[in-house]
């Protein structure tokens, strides 16, 4: 491993001397394409044939319900025994990873995902690998940028191409793959970024089409063409998506919180959760596994090879019965999602919405149709629901409406899934201003948003500004001691303790000049009797948008930073949180702009 990565770093450093910067970066770009797309290749590939082997066993009819919570547990074992116990999951981590670690993802995350998602979801586990695929690809991205010497803003672009390298390969859509970066990972991008995320897009694609099985991959054939006079129905559908991705994301994170909340041993937890699936599995066996094999038969126009293990649906009319079955499909995903993922699978919510939003779109429509006053595509419906659900619990509206475009080989669709897309997020949005996976980190200040200024201060700590080399003084100390200090000190402030250490107070220069030229009161004067109160104090672990509204609200120059026991760090000068600021704002120019 060692030797291999020396070569690299001599393999690179002679091109640093070939090539300039931008020439650079696209090699790099095409070398990430490359990897993530092998990678992403060969995690579907693998899954799908566990899946076929899955099908084909004869030892019972039923026997393939036994394999969720075996993968469940074998799972847990796997992170629990070789991964620390746990580990970040998800687009959530690569997110945190650019906000707060600098755009650096641990090298063990470029194998753990596909790992332990290819367990989860091979054996049947209710969720998608898109997730895992874009979390390895971007580890990917930011270690071969790591071992390559980029800084921070180029491993940024980095782990984008990776994960758009991932997306492009798993569903064989370079337009998506490149929209999902910018749309999901990259909160600020210059047109400059596009041609390396193009690159390693392509590349993974390419390596999906030459590589891949034609079954293992997710794409379609427009049964109908597009018929304007459909469009009323499409924006009802946009409208039902919208609420349906506010149910998905409420209904998804209120059972995985109840699961996280169910003091089980981990294993009991996995083998518990395996069978609840087994039950929602028997009766509504399309939930299993990522489930694309039934919305394949739905978008291309077969529903009736859709059908349950029980005799429940036959007893009704055949029309009656799918319709309720697709029904209750479209609510009972987000509940298998988060059992799968919340009893210890790994996994995201990308299939899944796609999932349930094509059961939406054909519950839809085959109700319209079963009034016998509309004659509507249900196949195109179908596809026009995966793109608003997705939009909707994803909050990526661009990236629906091109990937579903792309995997059906063409644009025919283009009006109706922007349509349906986009009036879903709008819906979605309205509602909840972060999506369910991104939420929480959004609001302790954890990741990037879409407000630059934010942003700029969330991608540095505290401690980086931090000026810890102030004196400070007892509060029992007199005049005189104070005068010694300041002879050492070229500082104008002074922070003041009590007897316990703890912070009391400040002095600031200016406030005591009088007393400075009264050298017979020096002896007399007390400390405590010059201290004053800041008019503001941080803690050490405060977020840097929360200090700057401070400086704004107390027009201070310099505000005391303590630490959990009370106990004076440091000062924050607003002089160098401005300097910090502005060389932030600097570096993100384009990448011509250095060549």
Known sequence: MNHAKRLYQMTVLYLRTKINRVQYIMVIATLTGLFSGLTAVLLKTFVHYLQQWIKEIHVNRFAYLLFPAIGLFITVFVVRRFLGKQFERGIAMVLRAIARRSSFIPLSHTYQHVITSSVTVGLGGSAGLEAPIVATGSAIGSNTARISDLNYRERTLLIACGAAAGIAAVFNAPIAGVIFAIEVLLTETVVSYFIPLIISSVIGALCSKIILAEGALFNFVLQQHFDYRNVPAYIVLGMMAG????????????????LHHW???????????????MGIYFVFPPLFGEGYESVKQLASGTPEQVNDNTTLFSLMDENVSLIIFAGLIVLLKPIAAAITIGSGGNGGNFAPSLFAGSYLGFFFSKLLNSTGWFKIPEGNFSLAGMAGVLSGVMYCPLTAIFLIAEITNGYELFIPLMLVSSISFFIVKSYEPFSMETKKLAMEGQIFTHKKEKNILTSFSLQEILKDNYESIGIDKKMKDLIELIKKSEKNIYAVHDVKGRFAGIIELNDIKEQLFRPEQHEKIMVRSLVKKPAAILQEDQEMHTVMEKFDITQSWYLPVLDKEKKFIGFISKTKLFNKYREALSSQGDLYEES
């Open 263 to 277: 003091k089980l041993n981990p294993y009991a937890k996995a083998i518990l959760g395996g069978v609840l699936l």
């Open 243 to 258: 609420l349906i991705s506010l149910y998905y994301a409420r209904s998804f994170k209120g059972m995985e919180t109840q």
